[in-house]
């Protein structure tokens, strides 16, 4: 067996060393090329998505060139009849989608919709809640829900008036009702407290009332008023100067050319008082001396208004010029109690004007085709 020399030895053991540190090298290039190409490799997370658009099938991280096909969720309405089809790119990133969804709409009965501040419809998953009035009760929900399908969860529910207990009438009197019942009295019905002559009710309306309780009952005493007054410019008729009892009436009358306001008749009420007198309201004078003015139906001149008298309440209508366009217009004023207002616009014409001129006047000229501004008017003390 031949013996190897040492430094044979020594050489083979550098030969080897020299392979082993090329191999590892090799081994730890293919290594870093390995993870260098594996870490380089992108991948997607899960695709942007808007409101109403299905999330529930989506994954976390999809793959470059996976694909995915987007759908709107119950209750809304896609954009597109096409598929929203997207993919996964090599950038990481997901190509775009023209698809959006819109929620479905319920519609809102018609006679909800002033208290819906005039709208028609509502979107999905939309709440109405329903409340009564005072007085009345709820049968039905309280709250509806637009579902999926476009429609409600429940129908709107009825508001029914509470009911009261019949009322009780007063001692030495009656009860009188506004209209018909039966067997019991509903919120918001009324009637009427009735006494014995000559007696009146301390008060004379009664109600169902919204706690479901019933007015309590007047008492009945006796009720007289003073002699009835006069009134200005009017006076009574047909009736005896005395006290007058409970409910009973006076009529009332102006003088001549008066015009009468408020209630021709008084009455004795409850309290002991009268009710409003009325007010006889004076006729006006129209206080020009030269012009011409349409009242009654006439385009008068003023000398021919006998007498010169305007009932009240009626309109008297004076003429004013439109310089600019040199034409007239006509300006309505109305007599109020004794006092009828002289148009700003207006200007009497002088004595020569008015006698020698009047072809000239604003009332004989053309009319303009449309009035200036109103102005205010003069009145008259």
């Not at 031949?2 to 191999?23: E, F």
């Not at 919204?210 to 009017?234: D, F, K, L, Q, Y």
Request: charged share 20%.
């Amino acid at each position: 067996m031949l013996a190897t020399s040492p430094v044979r030895y020594k050489g083979i053991l550098r030969r080897l060393h020299n392979k082993m540190t090329s191999a590892l090298a090799f081994l730890i290039i293919c290594q870093v090329a390995f993870y260098t190409t594996v870490s380089s490799k992108r991948v997607c997370g899960r695709p942007p998505i808007t409101d109403g658009i299905d999330a529930s099938a989506l994954k976390r991280v999809y793959e470059v060139g996976e694909e995915v096909t987007l759908s709107c969720d119950r209750g809304y309405l896609p954009s597109t009849a096409t598929p929203g089809r997207i993919a996964c790119t090599d950038t990481g990133e997901w190509t775009q989608s023209n698809l959006a969804c819109s929620p479905k709409t319920c519609p809102i009965s018609r006679p909800l919709q002033p208290l819906a501040m005039g709208k028609t419809e509502v979107p999905f998953k939309s709440v109405l809640n329903y409340t009564c009035d005072d007085g009345y009760i709820i049968q039905g929900a309280n709250e509806a829900r637009c579902l999926h399908d476009g429609t409600w969860s429940n129908p709107p529910p009825l508001c029914k008036a509470v009911n009261c207990p019949l009322p009780k009438p007063p001692t030495d009197g009656r009860v009188v009702h506004d209209k018909p019942f039966t067997g019991t009295v509903s919120y918001g019905q009324s009637w009427t407290y009735e006494c014995n002559p000559p007696k009146a009710p301390t008060y004379e309306r009664g109600s169902c009332m919204a706690n479901r309780s019933t007015t309590e009952p007047p008492v009945c005493r006796e009720v007289s008023c003073p002699i009835p007054a006069g009134i200005p410019n009017g006076f009574i008729t047909f009736a005896v100067m005395r006290q007058h009892g409970y409910k009973e009436k006076v009529k009332y009358a102006c003088n001549e050319h008066y015009v009468l306001e408020g209630e021709a008749q008084i009455q004795c009420q409850n309290t002991g008082n009268w009710s409003a007198q009325p007010v006889c309201r004076a006729p006006c004078t129209v206080g020009i001396k030269r012009g011409r003015i349409f009242y009654n139906a006439k385009k008068l001149w003023i000398e021919d208004l006998k007498p010169n008298r305007v009932i009240h309440g009626e309109p008297v209508v004076f003429y004013c010029l439109n310089k600019a366009e040199s034409c007239g217009y006509p300006v309505a004023s109305t007599c109020n109690d004794g006092a009828l207002p002289i148009p700003e616009c207006f200007e009497e014409p002088g004595r020569l004007e008015y006698n020698l001129r009047h072809t000239t006047l604003p009332s004989e000229i053309a009319m303009c085709a449309a009035s200036p501004p109103a102005t205010p008017t003069n009145h008259t003390e």
